[in-house]
Nanobody, 116 residues
Framework: QVQVVESGGGLVQPGGSLRLSCACS????????MAWYRQAPGKQRELVAT??????VDYADSVKGRFTIARENVNTVYLQMNSLKPEDTAVYYC???????????WGQGTQVIVSS
């Protein structure tokens, strides 16, 4: 069983920055892909950013140029969020997909609130 734990959420003013971390109980090298999703109140969960085992990254149009996904170390992926907007307010979830089984493992989520 792979454990995925997010951290780093909080309250930030518009224009500010936050860095979310996703710690995995397994090495990131075992993961086919790591992804950040978010879900705002009353809305569907949406894909924010992905990073593959090969290091390729991709972003939702709404966050391109503002968010960066990258590996922090052998077990951790982070999401650097800059120029935050009120519409970025959501619970942010990390998901890891294991190479061998293509099974997804989700974290419990971390709340981000962008408000003045």
């Amino acid at each position: 069983q792979v454990q995925v734990v997010e951290s780093g959420g909080g309250l930030v003013q518009p224009g500010g920055s936050l860095r979310l971390s996703c710690a995995c109980s397994e090495s990131i090298s075992r993961m086919y892909i790591m992804a950040w999703y978010r879900q705002a109140p009353g809305k569907q969960r949406e894909l924010v950013a992905t990073i593959t085992s090969g290091g390729s990254v991709d972003y939702a149009d709404s966050v391109k140029g503002r968010f960066t996904i990258a590996r922090e170390n052998v077990n951790t992926v982070y999401l650097q969020m800059n120029s935050l907007k009120p519409e970025d307010t959501a619970v942010y979830y990390c998901k890891g997909t294991v190479f061998a089984t293509l099974k997804d493992y989700w974290g419990q989520g971390t709340q981000v609130i962008v408000s003045s």
